[in-house]
């Protein structure tokens, strides 16, 4: 590692910086450098209540993929779930939403707006929550 990655590190580890995980693999990438300590992986696990596979992982990593995302962990490439309004059918909910509501209500509930929605064929389903969050964002 270089100087300036020590000084990194160090750094994430005196000022508790970032989560848990990365300051754990701060701590187990400057134990683990050849030219600070050199402890072994067993001692690291030991230290930072780890298990010793757990270190191993980090020193592949850092030698396979380098220095950032060993520090940082690996970014998603997309969203764990698809969205299932996209812009155009976000904006047919609010303008709903804005319109009166069916005759025989005093308001829209998000449960009526759900039906709504699916029954205009926005989409082919939609649950009250999705429909709760789409708005919220308007708000």
């Known amino acids: 590692m270089s100087e300036q990655e ?3 590190l160090r750094g994430i580890v005196r000022r508790l910086s970032g989560s848990s ?8 990438l400057l134990q683990a450098d050849a030219d600070g300590p050199a402890w072994t992986d067993k001692q690291i696990a030991q230290a930072y209540h780890c298990r010793s596979k757990t270190v191993e992982n980090v020193r592949q990593r850092l030698v396979e993929r380098g220095f950032r995302e060993t520090l940082d962990g690996k970014r998603r ?3 764990p779930r698809q969205k299932v309004l ?7 909910v609010i303008a709903t939403r804005l319109g009166p509501p069916p005759s025989g209500y005093a308001n829209w509930t998000l449960r009526l707006l759900a039906r709504k929605v699916v029954e ?3 989409v082919e389903s939609v649950s009250h929550q999705t429909v709760m969050r789409t708005l919220k964002k308007t708000e």
């Open 6 to 8: 020590r000084e990194e």
């Open 120 to 122: 205009l064929e926005i």
């Open 21 to 28: 995980q990365k300051v754990r693999r701060a701590n187990i």
């Open 86 to 92: 996209d812009g155009k059918q976000e904006a047919k």
């Open 77 to 79: 490439e997309a969203a």
